[in-house]
DNA sequence: AACTATCGCAACGACATGTTGCGTTAAGGA
DNA sequence: TCCTTAACGCAACATGTCGTTGCGATAGTT
């Protein structure tokens, strides 16, 4: 057609993607404000038009690298580092569960802990990433597990006693107070570890199976 | 204007609001509807048109009658009778706990239950919402109050436990499971009871507050 | 049988998600 | 430094759900 110029083809110069300054800017304040959405408005309310005002960045922007809401906050889940124990432990069981646990409720109550308990939600679409979410979870129950697991040896646990049940015991109750936003102290977290240990000690009553 | 009609004023006939034949079959199907969607789908999916198409019953006619979607799943949410327990107590702390704990699970298994619980979940909007299914919630715990508190005066509770507390750690591992497609059975819940009771009995061990 | 509350249907506006075309900016190899 | 083009910003569009409104049809109630 007339004004139609056409180029000479010519051997690209560059090939790869850019990893770089504009790009890696982008993607950071992106993930950065999804996680600070996600932790503020929770998953119903999460939006990607707020995320993408947060971030400084075009809607479209988003959209070109997250095709979709969920791998959004898929890779903003991934961004969370999850909890690490670091704390020696002392061998003292009721101590260490005190700590770990204190720990574990700062962490929880932090934008990066809120982000993981918003998609630990059921009903939260798609399903995967609802398995994301509890396998990230599960990752933070290591330290636990180990802790019930060494006191079973040195037989302060009762070894018919289901180590994961046994912590659900403390932490479920957490979570679900901390969601309502009632008091979770180390008074509160006294109590349930005492209850827990004490209850899961060797030579407690059990009733049998009928 | 030429064409135009105009009709003797006369007093009207009748004054009430229907409440028999139609309406009501269309407020029953309704609210039918929306308590098995919402126990279906889960608060995030639930949708407006499925509960019409469910019930039969055009879209127009649910808002009309309920003017936003927060309205219509209370009064879903109303419809859903409270857990009740009919059981008598036997007396025996572990054995009733068992019982009430079976039941309860039972419950949370119908659409009723999942109704309420889909309801229960933080980041459900408006908060008037989450209050309302958190008071019937807590209704539904009248009798494990009753259960512990009993026992505190037969001393086999320690006074100082806190019964909220003691009850939330039955509970909240029985929902979080619930929710989680873990196993639930008896055996569970034996152990549950069995951990808490054993723990929360006088002359257990404490740990001292700081 | 007459009156009218309530229904069904259709059309509309508002809002969020997700897509696409195009012009502009800047990363990075020459 | 200069050129190519990957990645951006902007605007416009398509879709789906919520929620509203007008109007004619249906069916309680008197």
Same mark, same amino acid.
């Given at each position: 057609?007339?004004?139609?110029?056409?180029?000479?083809?010519?051997?690209?110069?560059?090939?790869?993607?850019?990893?770089?300054?504009?790009?890696?800017?982008?993607?950071? =304040?992106?993930?950065?404000?999804?996680?600070?959405?996600?932790?503020?408005?929770?998953? /119903?309310?999460?939006?990607?038009? %707020?995320?993408?005002? %947060?971030?400084?960045? *075009?809607? /479209?922007? &988003?959209?070109? !690298? @997250?095709? /979709?809401?969920?791998?959004?906050?898929?890779? $903003?889940?991934?961004?969370?580092?999850?909890?690490?124990?670091?704390?020696?432990?002392?061998? *003292? +069981?009721?101590?260490?569960?005190?700590?770990?646990?204190?720990?574990?409720?700062?962490?929880?109550?932090?934008?990066?802990?809120?982000?993981?308990?918003?998609?630990? /939600?059921?009903?939260?679409?798609?399903?995967?990433?609802?398995? +994301?979410?509890?396998?990230?979870?599960?990752?933070?129950? =290591?330290? @636990? @597990? =180990?802790?019930?697991?060494?006191?079973?040896?040195?037989? %302060? &646990?009762?070894?018919?006693?289901?180590?994961?049940?046994? &912590?659900?015991? &403390?932490? $479920?109750?957490?979570?679900?107070?901390?969601?309502?936003? %009632?008091?979770?102290?180390?008074?509160?977290?006294?109590?349930?570890?005492?209850? =827990?240990?004490?209850?899961?000690?060797?030579?407690? !009553? !059990?009733?049998?199976?009928?």
């Amino acid at each position: 057609m007339a004004g139609t110029k056409k180029k000479l083809a010519r051997a690209p110069v560059t090939r790869g993607v850019r990893v770089g300054g504009r790009s890696k800017r982008v993607v950071e =304040a992106a993930l950065r404000a999804a996680v600070n959405e996600l932790a503020r408005s929770g998953y /119903t309310a999460f939006q990607i038009e %707020e995320v993408a005002r %947060e971030a400084g960045v *075009n809607r /479209t922007s &988003i959209y070109r !690298r @997250w095709p /979709t809401k969920a791998k959004l906050l898929e890779a $903003a889940l991934r961004e969370v580092s999850p909890f690490h124990n670091t704390q020696a432990m002392t061998g *003292n +069981l009721r101590r260490d569960l005190l700590d770990l646990s204190q720990r574990l409720v700062r962490w929880m109550r932090s934008a990066q802990g809120k982000t993981l308990m918003s998609l630990l /939600t059921r009903d939260v679409r798609p399903p995967e990433l609802v398995r +994301l979410a509890r396998t990230l979870g599960d990752e933070s129950l =290591a330290p @636990w @597990w =180990a802790l019930v697991e060494s006191a079973k040896l040195r037989g %302060e &646990i009762a070894r018919g006693i289901d180590a994961r049940l046994l &912590i659900q015991m &403390i932490l $479920a109750p957490v979570t679900v107070r901390l969601e309502r936003g %009632e008091r979770v102290n180390t008074k509160v977290l006294t109590t349930l570890i005492d209850v =827990a240990v004490s209850g899961a000690a060797p030579g407690q !009553r !059990r009733t049998r199976a009928r």
